[in-house]
Structure formats: C-alpha cells, structure tokens
C-alpha cells in the first residue's frame, strides 16, 4: 500500500481534510503522514507556512516500495515539497501530485486503501475536477489515459468473460460520496473491469473502480443502475455491487 503525504500551511485545514477522506474506507487505510504548519510562535499558536524538512520527515515516515504520493495546498508549499525531495532519506519513489487538494486527496486515500498502485492513484487523483467540471457543465482535460502496451493477462481474461446485474438505488441522497467510495474500494477485490451506468440512460456510465467518476453522474434516489463486467471474475464483482445497492451501501436504518 502506498504512503501519502498531505503537505498544508495549515495544521486544522490538513487534518479536516484527511479525516474527511478516511470516512471514505472501512478499517483499512493506507499510512497518511500530514507536514502542515511552520512551527509555533512566542505564545505556542501555529505558524501559517510550510517546512521542507518537515515534509521531508514525513515522507520517511509513511514510505514504502509501493511508493509516496504527495499532496500539496498552495503554491509554497508545492516549493517546500521539491525542497524535501532532496532531503527525504527513502530509496523509494516519491511524486509529487498535481491534483486538486481535497477531492485529490479523498480519491488517493480510497484507492490506496484499495491496494491501487502509484500510477493508477496518481492519474485518478489528477483527474479528480473532472467530476466536478461535469456537474457544473465546465470542460475539464480527462485524465491521461494508461500507456499504450502488450494485453495484459486481466484483459485476456477480460475477453473471456461478462456479467450484467441491475439494481436500484435506495439510498435518500443518491450516489454520493461514501456509496462511490465503497464501490470504488469494493472493486479492488476483484480481477473485473465493470462499469456502472444509469439503466435509462446508458450515456451516463463510469468506471466502478473511479470514485470520482461515480460521483460525478450524480445518480439519484430510484435511479436503476446496470453494472456490466468483464473479466475473470466479472460475474462476483457484479453480483457483490448489486447486493451492496440493494443493501443501501450499509446506509439504511
């Protein structure tokens, strides 16, 4: 699992927004470190600001061979976190994200705690105002898509076989953020690639394994969902997201 890092000029600001992202997994969540604040003035407050050798220190503490993704707030703070690069000890990889803070943050922690690889989290996160762009009818740049290569043994397997299921959704707000992240997370358990559409309207349809994808088609209460899979285990991975709809994502009384 990787490590992450949440680099703020403020302590409460990077604290509320990990907190926020971890109501997004169940037990498990991936090693978050935050290197927020420059330190404490005369009378002990907290000095707004950012500190190399903190974000540095941070990094060694949630590195691992899966790597570190970093996330950063404002503009000093992107400086401080090249500045720590040179400091950090770790022989592991560390990248430094270019995501939006909060809804890059909540996705990465998502699908870390998913078991996603680096790459896979670093491009759904620098995707992450896709979603929002949507919503609100702005154009957005996708997300760069994976480098082309040979098939891979999931797309073989994927050619090999299909499953659709439908359900509807009952939770009163919709798809929102914790049933997109539960789907998301959910996936990882899986060698399928799904995807979920509204069964109305097929034009609205995301990945299963994106979040943010989910949440931007802003499917509401009684909207009959397909859930269509390829791959190996395509047949459970399909079965397993129509329970959870039914189910209200464990959010029903």
């Known amino acids: 699992m990787i490590g992450i890092v949440v680099v703020s000029h403020s302590t409460a600001l990077a604290e509320a927004a990990v907190a926020l992202a971890l109501q997004m997994t169940g037990d498990a ?21 950012t500190d190399a050798a903190r974000v540095a220190a941070a990094i060694d503490e949630v590195a691992s061979a899966e790597g570190v993704l970093v996330f ?36 990465a922690v998502v699908l870390a705690a998913a078991g996603a690889t680096l790459d896979d989290i670093d491009r759904e996160a620098s995707g992450a105002m896709s979603a929002k762009a949507a919503q609100l009818g702005v154009a957005a740049p996708p997300p760069e898509p994976p480098a082309a290569g040979p098939a891979a043994p999931r797309q073989q397997a994927a050619d090999a076989a299909c499953a659709v299921a439908e359900a509807v959704i009952v939770n ?31 034009r609205r349809s995301a990945s299963a394994a994106s979040m943010l994808a989910l949440m931007g088609l802003a499917l509401a209460q009684g909207t009959r969902l397909r859930f269509s899979g390829t791959g190996a285990d395509a047949a459970a991975a399909v079965e397993a997201l129509r329970a959870m709809t039914e189910e209200g994502y464990g959010e029903l009384g």
Not at 90 to 105: C, D, K, M, N, Q
Not at 180 to 187: E, G, K, N, P, V
Request: glycine share 10%.
């Open 29 to 49: 969540s991936p090693r978050i470190a935050v290197a927020a604040g420059a330190g404490t003035d005369a009378n002990g407050d907290d000095v707004v600001g």
């Open 72 to 107: 950063m707030d404002l503009g000093s703070a992107v400086l401080s976190a090249e500045m720590a690069l040179e400091f950090a000890e770790t022989p592991h990889e560390v990248r430094l994200s270019a995501a939006p803070f909060v809804e890059g943050l909540v996705a």
């Open 172 to 202: 009163d707000v919709g798809l929102h953020a914790r049933p997109a992240s539960m789907i998301a997370a959910r996936m990882g358990s899986f060698d399928a690639e799904v995807t979920v559409s509204d069964a109305e309207d097929p």
